[in-house]
């Protein structure tokens, strides 16, 4: 199915259970941000706190996504964040390269064509691995330039969750990457779209609007 308009899309993803995953988690999960940016976060798949809020990156890990953006002079509600699976996993696992395979040909994709962003961030091994390809290495890949198969100039940095478990010198390193990274990414986004304000002028109240998000959704199945 082709939708013509963001909230088309959004409203049948919400509803959608063409997978098992859905199983497990309380619905599926869409973006935050603005669908206008033209710079695009795409991440792993949620996890409890996003399944809890509907949101994508809410939790720990965009926590700390929040922070490495503020260190650009990115605000999360001037980008817009999306995830390659759109329901948790069982107990947090890793999803599948056929999940992800499978979840992007119906969501993620046709979110990009109607989002149609500049610049792709791709958080982690699963994101790179879905835009670059199956054979792509985070430790290899990340902060390389590369055009995805949508046409669309994309950067791969660490996900969040991983700079989380390192301590010491490897995480002072992995923080520096993901520095570089994020600003090679937010320099070509300015290049590409020089009117566009990737930092909101006043602080945005992020819980507010999450919590909106999470009213509205479902009670867990049981
Ligand atoms: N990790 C992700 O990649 N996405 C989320 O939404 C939450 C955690």
């Known amino acids: 199915m082709t939708y013509s308009t963001h909230e088309q899309l959004e409203q049948s993803l919400l509803a959608c259970d063409a997978c098992p995953l859905c199983r ?3 619905g599926p999960t869409s973006y935050n941000g603005s669908p ?3 710079l695009t976060i795409v991440g792993e798949g949620p996890g409890g706190v996003e399944d809890e809020y509907g949101v994508p990156l809410v939790g720990p890990s965009g926590q700390l996504l929040d922070k490495a953006l503020a260190s650009v002079g990115v605000t999360r509600d001037r980008a817009y964040t999306t995830n390659v699976i ?3 996993p069982k107990n947090n696992r890793t999803p599948t390269i056929e999940e992800g395979q499978f979840c992007a040909a119906a969501w993620l ?3 990009l064509s109607l989002v149609k962003p500049k610049v792709i961030i791709a958080l982690g091994s699963v994101a790179l691995k879905y835009l670059m390809g199956p054979t792509a290495r985070i430790t290899k890949d990340r902060g390389r330039w590369f055009t995805t198969k949508h046409g669309i100039q994309a950067i791969a940095t660490y996900h969040p ?5 390192l301590t010491g010198k490897d995480l002072v390193k992995a923080k520096w990457e993901v520095f570089y990274d994020l600003r090679s990414a937010i320099e070509k986004c300015q290049e590409l779209a020089p009117d566009y304000l990737l930092k909101s002028p006043e602080p945005p109240d992020l819980l507010a609007l ?5 009213q509205q959704r479902q009670t867990p199945k049981q």
């Open 24 to 26: 497990d988690a309380i």
């Open 109 to 111: 994709d046709q979110e």
């Open 210 to 214: 999450y919590s909106q998000r999470r």
């Open 86 to 88: 759109k329901c948790r």
């Open 161 to 165: 969750a991983y700079l989380l478990r």
């Open 36 to 38: 206008l940016s033209p």
